[in-house]
């Protein structure tokens, strides 16, 4: 077996799914929102750097976010649950394998860091001591300083307890807190001090730290888990990921009506979609956070061009009709509705009349913002308008698609 | 009238080239219970799909009552109840709910469903359970709720496919008492199983599936009869058909 053939191939497998859900997130409103949050802060920087007073603690918020962020120093490491059975006679030759895993956490957890830094620049230059050179070499020491940071947590995790690894994070915490005040002050005689006392624990506590506890391959595992579940929870947001079992809600209050109604077979899939909608985290969480997000932006939009509430309210329609179309195919896996005595056509019906229901108290809340915010009263009761064509024509025509595809 | 159901010379399967079954002929009457009886891989799921209207056949015809699926889909689907071998249950539905859905999809009356459903709640123990989600279910509670599904219905034909898998022994007899009642009331049950004890107990008739032909059928009687092995009971017949190699 050879170790570092291993990663290349592991890292390439994840990044083939990884690209795929991306390519389905994109599709799934992730560029909308990505495009959206961008536009919103090159709208507003600049107004919020007069606005911010001048007695705001920008140096204790910078400190604590970029501590935060050197503490938390996950290493990628691939590693799947078989491992625990094929790859533990091959500990010993895994030593290529997690110096790749480190690099790679390091470049990514470190192109993170520079774009945050990056993105607070203005706020830097405007707030702190520092002129662009000090801004140049905070950011090349905080990276080289993730570096630590990840060889850390690294031998700390091979420890056996879970409660030494949070000890070792709180107390990392504090020096990182400690060494990014000072670097952002400028201070650098007391941050190299700082420094050297860093690569001095590194190898007086850490490395015989490394060399007494072998890996501990099921926090591993269980790491890399955490984080593969949670990139599926965020795809799940936007599009549709079949493995990850959301958890169900009994939400008496929105599933109970359903139970009042009539008993009979043409309501079938009403009952049973009525209900999933209901519980299932997937459908009313989304249409929650599209709720969510298409309020700010259509109260964000600039009174110059208030037709953009209309263009808002039509997209959000539209993709809110997007994500739920999907429940169509929500239970597809059991094996229920293809022997139920009940045709297709009345399951096809309910998914309509469902789907209708939703993106119609989605625009009547749309244009409840609308109304509330300062544009003219006629603009509310266009998004109601369009709102309400565009949730017919969807859930008449587009769902028919949908169904068909 | 025309038989439960009457498969007839059936072939089918994933591929026309390689089919699973071929020539498989069978019937099941009103009130008796038929034993399918084979080695993994005999065939089994795959003739009840074929029930089920699953897969298409290859060939051959499948009647339920004289009539194919294709002649009346929805109500060859209401006469049928199934058992499936892995408990399929909707997560967001709770046991009431399950047992609401399926009276809704099968056309059991509103006056008629709810008795029925307290009645089976009682037998199987699950009075507790209620109103719980799947989730906090044991293997053999959702068997359970699969097993109260289908005879919330009261079909006329039961197809169940290897019951006794993760019930308790309290559980098993209820299935079977509640089998027999049914056969009694008249309908028909065709059930798929390894545990060939229980088989040769409750069962009136037996096929023997083997490499996904039917290796021969009939009572216990006859099956003794075809295979010369007088004393024989199910588990010797059952042995001395595997010996056999590719025929």
Request: proline share 4%; aromatic share 12%.
């Amino acid at each position: 077996m050879n170790p570092v053939e291993l990663w290349r191939e592991r890292s390439r497998n994840y990044w083939n799914e990884a690209i795929r859900y991306i390519r389905l997130m994109a599709n799934g409103g992730l560029a909308i929102a990505v495009y959206g949050t961008l536009l919103m802060i090159g709208f507003y920087y600049q107004s919020f750097l007069e606005w911010l007073p001048a007695g705001f603690p920008v140096l204790l918020v910078l400190t604590i976010l970029f501590a935060f962020l050197l503490t938390r120093s996950p290493v990628r490491t691939f590693v799947k649950e078989g491992d625990l059975v094929f790859l533990l006679p091959f500990e010993g030759q895994m030593g290529p394998y997690i110096r790749k895993a480190i690099v790679y956490s390091w470049l990514w957890q470190g192109a993170i860091l520079f774009l945050i830094l990056f993105l607070l620049a203005p706020l830097y230059l405007d707030r702190l001591p520092g002129e662009l050179t000090a801004l140049v070499v905070t950011m090349a020491v905080l990276v080289a300083a993730q570096l630590w940071n990840i060889v850390a947590e690294w031998t700390e995790i091979r420890q056996q307890f879970s409660a030494a690894h949070s000890r070792h994070r709180w107390l990392r915490f504090v020096v990182n807190v400690v060494f990014v005040y000072f670097l952002l002050q400028t201070a650098w005689w007391f941050a190299a001090v700082i420094a050297l006392i860093m690569l001095a624990v590194m190898v007086l506590y850490y490395r015989p730290m490394h060399y007494n506890h072998p890996l501990k391959w099921e926090t591993l595992i269980a790491r890399e888990q955490q984080r593969l579940h949670s990139f599926y929870r965020l795809a799940n947001a936007f599009t549709d990921v079949r493995h990850v079992k959301s958890t169900v809600h009994r939400r008496r209050w929105l599933a109970a009506p359903f139970e009042r109604i009539r008993h009979q077979k043409a309501n079938t899939y009403i009952y049973l979609y009525g209900k999933t909608f209901a519980r299932s985290g997937d459908y009313l969480g989304i249409c929650i956070r599209l709720a969510v997000v298409g309020a700010l932006l259509i109260y964000a939009a600039p009174a110059a061009w208030d037709w953009m509430v209309l263009v808002v309210v039509g997209l959000f329609i539209y993709m809110t009709g997007a994500q739920m179309a999907t429940i169509y195919n929500h239970h597809d896996v059991l094996l229920w509705p293809s022997i139920y005595p009940v045709p297709d056509m009345s399951r096809r019906r309910a998914v309509k009349s469902m789907v209708r229901w939703v993106l119609l108290v989605q625009t009547f809340w749309f244009a409840v913002i609308t109304a509330l915010t300062s544009v003219p009263m006629i603009m509310a009761a266009l998004a109601l308008l369009v709102g309400v064509a565009i949730s017919l024509y969807y859930s008449e025509f587009q769902l028919n698609k949908y169904f068909d595809a | 009238m025309a038989s439960l159901l009457h498969i007839e010379d059936l072939a089918g399967g994933y591929s026309p080239s390689k089919p699973v079954i071929e020539e498989v002929s069978f019937q099941v009457e009103s009130g008796e219970i038929v034993g399918l009886i084979g080695l993994n891989g005999a065939g089994k799921s795959t003739t009840i799909k074929h029930i089920l209207g699953l897969l298409e056949p290859i060939n051959g015809t499948i009647h339920l009552r004289g009539k194919t699926m294709a002649e009346d889909l929805d109500s060859y689907r209401k006469r049928i109840g199934f058992i499936p071998e892995t408990p399929i249950l909707y997560e967001e539905l709770t046991l009431w709910e399950h047992l609401r859905l399926t009276a809704m999809a099968y056309g059991v009356s509103d006056q008629d469903w709810q008795g029925r459903a307290e009645q089976l709640i009682e037998t199987f123990r699950m009075k507790k359970m209620t109103h719980w989600f799947p989730s906090h279910f044991s293997k053999g509670m959702r068997q359970k709720v699969m097993v109260m599904c289908a005879f919330l219905i009261e079909p006329e034909l039961y197809v169940v496919d290897e019951p006794f898998v993760g019930l308790d022994p309290v559980g098993i007899q209820s299935l079977l008492e509640r089998m027999i009642t049914m056969k009694k009331n008249g309908a028909g049950i065709l059930m798929s199983t390894h545990i060939l004890s229980t088989a040769e107990k409750h069962c009136d008739r037996f096929i023997l599936l083997h490499q996904g032909r039917v290796y021969m059928q009939g009572t216990m009687e006859e099956l003794r009869k075809q295979a010369e092995m007088p004393e024989a009971d199910l588990d010797t017949l059952y042995i001395e058909m595997t010996k056999e190699e590719s025929l």
